[in-house]
C-alpha cells in the first residue's frame, strides 16, 4: 500500500531500515539474551540525528511531527522492540517538556536531548498508580527555592540509562487529582537513586528500573507547567506518545509477519514448500490484512495529530489498542506458521511474540484504552443531544 | 561504440535490459540503444533471442598504433620480499617460456634486490637473461623505485610481454607501470595464451565477483601487461646446469617518497594458514552451521596434515577469520587434495581452488554446483560422512 | 587538508546471477552501490577530516545515475561532489579511467586522495595507483590502518601478502583501502537533506581539458574480447553404494593417487 510519504518522510523510513538491518538485526538475540541496553545502537541513531525527529528546529531538531516519529518507530520495531522501546521512551519522556516546558526550559534541556547526549525518562506508574494514575503516592513538597520529592517510581523504562526524567508527584493531597505537578530531575541529584533492574519477560533490551527519590531537592524552576498541572501533563503527553506504541505493535507484527513468508517458503512437508498449503496461507492473509488495517488506523491517528487536532485521546487510544491486539495475534499466528522452529530462540519469532506481550499492558492497558474509546463516545453523545 | 543494434532484428523486448549490469541500455521508438555508459562486458550479446546486438568491427586503422613489431620477447618480474625471491616468479617463468615459444622469442627475468645468486636461481628456472639490480633502495618494497626502473628497462628494450605475481607487491606497483607507458594492465589473470592470427596475448582473468570470464586483449599497445596470482601456473622445471646472462642495472636518479619504517611478520596465530602452500586442504563452508563445525574439520585436517580453508559465506558468518578464505576475494589455492565441506560452490569460490589436483566434495544437497568441480562427490550429511571419514582413515593409518 | 575520494557505482555483486543457459548474468533487481571499498574511503577522509579540519570531495566516473552514489556520500558528511560523465568517457577501461579521475583531481586540488582498494565489480585495483602515477605522487596500497595523518606527510600500515609494513609517504599523496581499516558510518537524516539539495558539479572531456583519444574508449588500451561463463570440469568418478561403502571406496581411491 502506498501512504502516500512525502520525500524526507521516505528518507526517515529508509534510514531507519537500514539502521534496523545494518546495527539491530546482527545483535538483536544477544541483547535480548544478555538483557543488554542498546547503548552502540542508541549513539547510532543519535548520530543519524534521529532523537532530535520531533524537537522543532530552533532547539537543535528535525521539526518533524508524530507521523514521522510513528515510521521511524515502526522500521525499528521490525527489527526489535527492546530497541524501539528504549527509543520510544525517550520520546516519551521528552513530550512533558516540549508541550508545557518554559523556553528556559526548553533551552536547557531540549538541544542535548535532540542531539542524542542525554536520555529521557518517564516516571508515572507506582506500586499502589497503574491504571489508577490516582493512587500516587510520591509527594513533591515545596521548601524555599526547592520542591522536595519523596516516594518510588516503578517499572521506569531507561531508569538508570537516562539522564534527564520527567516524574509526577502530588504536591497538595487534598485536591485529589489537581493535586498532582509534574517535576524535571536529573540524574545525580541527591536523594535520587535507582532500584534494581528488573528481569523481564520481553523487550530485555531496555532497562526498566525503580526510581527513589528520598528527601530529593529539585530547584524550584524545575516543575513543568504549574503546581495542580501534573495530570494534564501527563494525560496530554500519554496522548501523544501512544500512536507511538501502535507503530511498535505494526513494526513487530510486520517482522513476524516477514519472517513467516520466508520460513514458510522454505520449509518442505509432504514434498512441498508449507506456503502452499491452504490452511497457512489462509493464516498468513489474515495477518497480513489485520496488519495492513492497523497501518491505515496509526497513520491516521498520528497525521490527525500532527493536523493541530485537539481531540486526539480516542483515535490515539484506538490505534494503540488495534495495533498492538494485531501485533499480539500476529506474533502467536507467526509462531505458529513456523511450526517448532518458531519456538526456537534460532529464529526470532518467539522473542517478537515475548516482545509483543508489553504492548497489550504499557502506557495504558488495552482494558484502560477501551476506557477511554468508551468515555469519548459517551461524552460525544451527551454533547450531540 | 563496439556494440551495435541492428534496428531492423531488435524487437524492442528487453531482455538485454535486464541483463546489463551497468543499466546502459534503454528502449527507445520501440527497439534498444546501448548507451555510452555501456562498459563492453558484453554480457548483453547472448541474451538477444534476434541476434539483434552485435560487436561492431572497431577500425583499429583509424586509431594510431605504435609499431608494435619492434617489441619482442616475454618478461617476468621477480618479486622478492625480505630478499627472498617469491614462488610465483617460478611459476611465470614456466608459463612465459610457454609463451615465448608460441612468439619463437626469448624470456627474461627481472629482479630487484635480493642478491645475485638469485638471479642465477631464475636462470636454473628458465630464465635467458635477468636484469639485476641490487641497489639497497630495492631492500624494502615501495611502489615508486619499482615501477621507474620496471618502466626505464621496458623503454629501453621492448618486451612484448611482461608478467608479475598478482601479490600485493605485483598488484600495487605494476599500475604505475602501465599508467607511466600508456599501455594495458590485465589483473589476476587465471589463463594466458597467444591468439593464433594476431600474436596478441589472451589475458583471460575472473570478473563479477568469479560469476564471470573475461578475455582480454591490449591490441594497439605494447607491452602487454599482466599480474597472474600465485599458485595459478605451474612452474617449469628447474635445470641446475643451465647457463644464461646476468645483466647489471644502475638505479640512478631513482627516488622514493614512500619509506617503509617498519615491517611486521604475519601473528604467529599457532594455526597453519599458509594456504597457498598447502598440500591439503579441508574447507568447510555455510553447512557447517556454526564455528562448531570447524572443530570437525580440524580433527581431519590434524590426520591428513592439512590446512583448514573456507568459503566466503563461513567468513562472512563469523565462524573462522578472513586468512582461511579460499576463492575470488580470498586466496588461490591449488593442493594436492581439497576436501570441501558443506560448500556450495558459488563460482567466486571454485575460482580459488579448481586447479587442485583431487577435489572432494561433501554436500547434502546433491544438485549443490560443488560436485562439477569435484572428482569425488559424497552426498550426505557432514556430521555422518566426516566422523565415519576420520573412524576410516584411523583405521587405515593404525593398519599401517 | 582537501581530501579526494573517488568512488564508483557498481552493480552488488553479491546479487548476481548467472542464468546457466544462457551464460549472462542476470541484472534485474539487482541494486547500484557504492563500492563497499570506496565507502571505507570515505570513512577514512570523514575521519581525517573531523580531526585535522579540512574538506573532503567525492569524485566519480560514470553514467548520470551515478549522481546517485554522490549524494550518498554527501549524505555521510562529504562537502562537495565531482561527476565526471559524458558520452566520451564511455566504455574506458582501467586506464582510460584513471586518466579521467586524475583529470578532475588536478583541477579541484587534494592533498590526500584515498581509493578503495579495488571494485567488485572489476576487481582489478588498478586505477588507485594509475590516478597517482597521473599525478605524479607517492602512492600507498592495501592500508589496513592510518596511524597518523599529518600537514605534510601520513604514515599508515598496509597488509602484504604475509604480514604488514608502516610507511611513511610524503603529501600530496594517495593511498588505497581495505576493509579493515574502519566501520563506515550510516548517513544522518540531516545529511540526507543536504544531500538531495546538493549541487553535484557535472565534468566532461572539455572542461577537464583532456583530448578525447585519452579517455573512454579511444584512451583504453585493453579491450574485452569475449565473456564466458567458467565451464565445469571433468575427471568426475561417482562413488557407489552405501555412505560407508562410499567412504571405504574414496579412501581407496585417496590412497591410489598417492594423496593421503
Redesign the interface.
Known amino acids: 500500500m502506498d501512504y502516500f510519504l512525502s ?2 518522510q521516505l ?2 523510513k529508509e ?1 531507519c531500515a ?2 534496523a538491518q ?2 539491530v538485526v546482527p545483535v538483536r538475540a544477544e541483547l535480548d539474551e544478555k538483557e543488554e541496553f542498546p547503548w552502540e545502537i542508541m549513539k ?1 541513531m543519535a ?4 532523537f ?2 520531533f524537537i522543532p528546529e530552533e532547539y537543535g531538531g ?1 521539526g518533524k511531527g508524530s507521523f514521522e516519529l510513528t515510521i521511524a518507530v515502526e522500521e525499528l520495531s521490525k527489527a526489535c522492540l527492546g530497541v524501539s522501546t528504549t527509543y520510544a521512551a525517550n520520546a516519551l519522556g521528552t513530550y512533558p517538556i516540549l508541550l508545557f516546558g518554559t523556553d528556559e526550559q526548553k533551552k536547557k534541556y531540549l538541544p542535548d536531548i535532540a542531539a542524542g547526549k542525554r536520555l529521557v525518562a518517564f516516571g508515572l506508574t507506582e506500586a499502589n498508580a497503574g491504571s489508577d494514575a490516582g493512587g500516587t503516592q510520591t509527594t513533591a513538597r515545596l521548601e524555599g527555592d526547592h520542591y522536595v520529592i519523596n516516594g518510588t517510581k516503578q517499572w521506569i523504562t531507561n531508569g538508570g540509562e537516562a539522564e534527564i526524567y520527567t516524574v509526577i508527584a502530588i504536591t497538595d493531597r487534598s485536591k485529589g487529582p489537581r493535586g498532582a505537578s509534574a517535576f524535571i530531575v536529573e540524574k545525580g541529584t541527591p536523594g535520587f537513586s535507582f532500584g534494581k533492574k528488573e528481569k523481564k519477560m520481553g523487550i530485555r533490551a531496555s532497562a526498566t528500573r525503580e526510581l527513589v527519590f528520598e528527601d530529593c531537592r529539585v530547584p524550584k524552576e524545575n516543575i513543568i507547567a504549574r503546581e495542580g498541572m501534573g495530570f494534564l501533563v501527563a494525560m496530554k503527553t500519554l496522548d501523544s506518545s501512544r500512536v507511538g506504541v501502535g507503530a511498535q505493535g505494526l513494526g513487530v507484527a510486520q517482522g513476524a509477519l516477514d519472517e513467516a513468508v520466508k520460513f514458510a517458503r522454505q520449509r518442505v512437508q509432504f514434498g512441498h514448500p508449507v506456503i502452499g498449503f491452504q490452511a497457512i496461507q489462509h493464516m498468513i492473509a489474515d495477518m497480513a490484512t489485520d496488519i495492513e488495517a492497523a497501518r491505515a488506523l496509526v497513520y491516521a491517528a498520528a497525521r490527525y495529530a500532527d493536523s493541530g487536532a485537539k481531540d486526539v485521546t480516542k483515535v490515539s487510544s484506538m490505534a494503540k489498542l488495534f495495533a498492538t491486539d494485531v501485533a499480539m495475534c500476529v506474533t502467536t499466528n507467526a509462531l505458529q506458521v513456523m511450526g517448532g522452529s518458531g519456538y526456537m530462540r534460532e529464529y526470532p519469532v518467539e522473542k517478537m511474540m515475548r516482545d509483543a506481550k508489553i504492548l497489550q499492558i504499557y502506557e495504558g492497558t488495552n482494558q484502560i484504552q477501551r476506557n477511554v474509546i468508551a468515555q469519548n463516545i459517551i461524552k460525544e453523545a451527551a454533547k450531540a443531544r | 561504440m563496439p556494440l551495435k543494434i541492428d534496428k531492423t532484428k531488435c524487437m524492442g523486448c528487453g531482455a538485454c535490459i535486464t541483463v546489463c549490469p551497468y543499466d546502459a541500455i534503454v528502449i527507445e521508438d520501440g527497439v534498444a540503444r546501448i548507451g555510452e555508459y555501456c562498459q563492453l562486458c558484453q554480457a548483453c550479446l547472448s541474451s538477444c533471442q534476434e541476434g539483434a546486438i552485435m560487436e561492431s568491427k572497431v577500425d583499429y586503422a583509424s586509431i594510431p598504433t605504435e609499431d608494435l613489431a619492434a617489441w619482442s620477447g616475454v618478461w617476468v618480474f621477480a618479486e622478492q620480499r625480505g630478499g627472498k625471491v617469491a614462488p610465483v616468479a617460478f611459476e611465470l617463468l614456466g608459463e612465459g617460456r610457454k609463451l615465448a615459444a608460441a612468439r619463437g622469442a626469448g624470456l627474461c627475468a627481472v629482479l630487484f634486490g635480493a642478491a645475485r645468486s638469485d638471479a642465477q636461481e631464475l636462470i636454473k628456472w628458465g630464465a635467458d637473461k635477468v636484469y639485476y639490480c641490487g641497489d639497497d633502495i630495492f631492500r624494502e618494497f615501495t611502489d615508486e623505485p619499482n615501477a621507474e626502473l620496471l618502466s626505464r628497462l621496458i623503454s629501453m628494450h621492448k618486451p612484448e610481454v611482461v608478467l608479475a605475481g598478482a601479490t600485493a607487491i605485483g598488484r600495487s606497483f605494476l599500475p604505475r607501470v602501465a599508467a607511466r607507458l600508456k599501455t594495458g594492465l590485465t589483473a589476476d589473470c587465471t589463463s594466458l595464451e597467444i591468439e593464433a592470427d594476431t600474436g596478441n596475448l589472451i589475458q583471460t582473468r575472473p570478473a563479477y565477483g568469479g560469476n564471470i570470464m573475461a578475455s582480454i586483449l591490449s591490441p594497439r599497445t605494447r607491452p602487454q601487461m599482466a599480474t597472474v596470482r600465485p599458485k595459478v601456473m605451474k612452474a617449469g622445471r628447474y635445470e641446475p646446469d643451465r647457463q644464461g646472462e646476468i645483466i647489471d642495472v644502475d638505479a640512478a636518479g631513482i627516488r622514493a617518497r614512500t619509506r617503509v619504517l617498519e615491517t611486521i611478520k604475519a601473528a604467529d596465530t599457532g594455526v597453519n594458514v599458509n594456504l597457498q602452500e598447502a598440500d591439503v586442504i579441508i574447507s568447510g563452508g555455510r553447512g557447517l552451521k556454526g564455528k562448531e563445525g570447524f572443530g570437525m574439520l580440524n580433527e581431519l585436517a590434524q590426520l591428513l596434515n592439512g590446512t583448514i580453508g573456507a568459503s566466503r559465506a563461513a567468513v562472512d558468518e563469523g565462524w573462522i577469520p578472513y586468512c582461511h578464505q579460499v576463492g575470488q576475494t580470498g586466496k588461490t589455492v591449488c593442493p594436492k587434495l581439497y576436501i570441501a565441506c558443506g560448500i556450495s560452490g558459488a563460482v567466486q569460490h571454485l575460482v580459488g581452488m579448481q586447479s587442485s589436483d583431487v577435489i572432494v566434495a561433501i554436500n547434502k544437497n546433491p544438485e549443490a554446483p560443488i560436485f562439477t568441480a569435484a572428482t569425488y562427490g559424497i552426498v550426505g550429511d557432514l556430521n555422518e560422512v566426516i566422523p565415519l571419514l576420520v573412524k576410516k582413515l584411523r583405521e587405515r593409518k593404525g593398519a599401517q | 587538508m582537501r581530501i579526494a575520494v573517488c568512488i564508483k557505482q557498481v552493480p552488488d555483486t553479491a546479487e548476481v546471477k548467472i542464468n546457466r543457459e544462457t551464460g549472462t548474468l542476470v541484472r534485474e533487481g539487482v541494486p547500484s552501490i557504492i563500492n563497499p571499498y570506496d565507502t571505507h574511503a570515505i570513512e577514512a577522509a570523514l575521519s581525517i577530516k573531523e580531526q585535522l579540519g579540512g574538506t573532503v570531495c567525492a569524485v566519480t566516473m560514470g553514467p548520470p545515475q551515478a549522481e546517485a552514489s554522490l549524494r550518498e556520500a554527501i549524505s555521510l558528511g562529504v562537502d562537495e561532489a565531482f561527476l565526471v560523465t559524458g558520452r566520451e568517457f564511455a566504455g574506458a577501461d582501467t586506464l582510460a579511467t584513471a586518466c579521467a579521475l586524475s583529470g578532475v583531481i588536478k583541477k579541484i586540488g587534494a592533498d590526500l586522495i584515498i581509493c578503495g582498494k579495488q571494485a567488485i565489480d572489476g576487481d582489478t585495483a588498478q586505477v588507485g595507483p594509475e590516478v597517482a602515477e597521473f599525478l605524479d605522487i607517492p602512492h600507498v596500497s592495501y592500508v589496513k590502518k592510518i596511524i597518523e595523518a599529518g600537514a605534510a606527510s601520513i604514515k599508515v600500515e598496509r597488509m602484504m601478502d604475509e604480514g604488514s609494513d608502516i610507511v611513511e609517504a610524503s603529501l600530496p599523496a594517495l593511498i588505497t583501502v581495505v576493509r579493515e581499516l574502519n566501520t563506515p558510518r550510516l548517513p544522518s537524516l540531516k545529511g540526507k537533506m543536504n544531500a538531495k539539495k546538493a549541487e553535484i558539479k557535472k565534468m566532461g572531456a572539455a572542461e577537464l581539458e583532456l583530448p578525447v583519444d585519452v579517455v573512454g574508449f579511444n584512451g583504453s588500451p585493453t579491450q574485452v574480447k569475449k565473456i564466458f561463463t567458467p565451464g565445469p570440469r571433468g575427471g568426475r568418478k561417482k562413488l557407489e553404494g552405501s555412505l560407508e561403502e562410499q567412504i571405504d571406496a574414496l579412501v581407496n581411491e585417496l590412497v591410489e593417487k598417492k594423496c593421503l
Open positions: 520525500e524526507e528518507m526517515i534510514l537500514q539502521i545494518e546495527k547510532v548520530a543519524s540525528d534521529l532530535g525527529l528535525l
